[in-house]
């Protein structure tokens, strides 16, 4: 009976583990019209944040390109960099739809079929 017992507290701490991950992954932050960000935050896949625009960009805010000898902002190409007081702001709904769709970071999940344990399943017992 003690090894059983053992092996519930085994199973039981493997699955609250589990359990533990699982919740810890779906507390990451999301990118919502309600959160503020600062120029030059960076995503993975999606870029980085330019808070005059409302939006996330692929170059960073303000960017310079000595070939281009232009300043990179909103999407754009400027011979000079751009000028706002704005340096904190929330997305637009679409820009913060688009960045969660495109975002790396986050670990997604997809539905694997499970079928048991196989042969495991079968009642053997052990006596001591």
């Keep these: 009976m003690k090894r ?5 507290r085994i199973l039981l701490g493997g699955f609250s583990a589990g359990a533990i991950a ?3 992954a779906a507390a990451e ?6 959160n503020y960000y600062t120029n030059d ?3 993975p896949g999606v870029g980085y944040y330019h808070a005059p625009f409302r939006a996330f960009f692929p170059q960073p805010y303000n960017h310079f390109d ?4 232009m300043y990179f902002y ?4 400027g ?9 904190i702001s929330a997305p637009t709904p679409e820009a913060a739809q688009r960045a969660e769709t495109r975002r790396t970071d986050l670990q997604r999940t997809t ?5 048991g344990f196989g042969s495991t399943s079968g009642s053997h017992s052990i006596r001591s």
């Design 4 to 8: 059983s017992t053992a092996v519930r």
């Design 22 to 24: 699982a919740s810890v």
């Design 29 to 34: 932050p999301r990118v919502t019209p309600e």
């Design 41 to 43: 935050y960076h995503l």
């Design 66 to 69: 000595p070939a281009r000898r």
């Design 74 to 77: 909103g999407g754009q190409w």
């Design 79 to 87: 011979v000079t960099p751009y000028r706002s007081i704005v340096n």
């Design 111 to 115: 539905h694997v079929p499970r079928a």
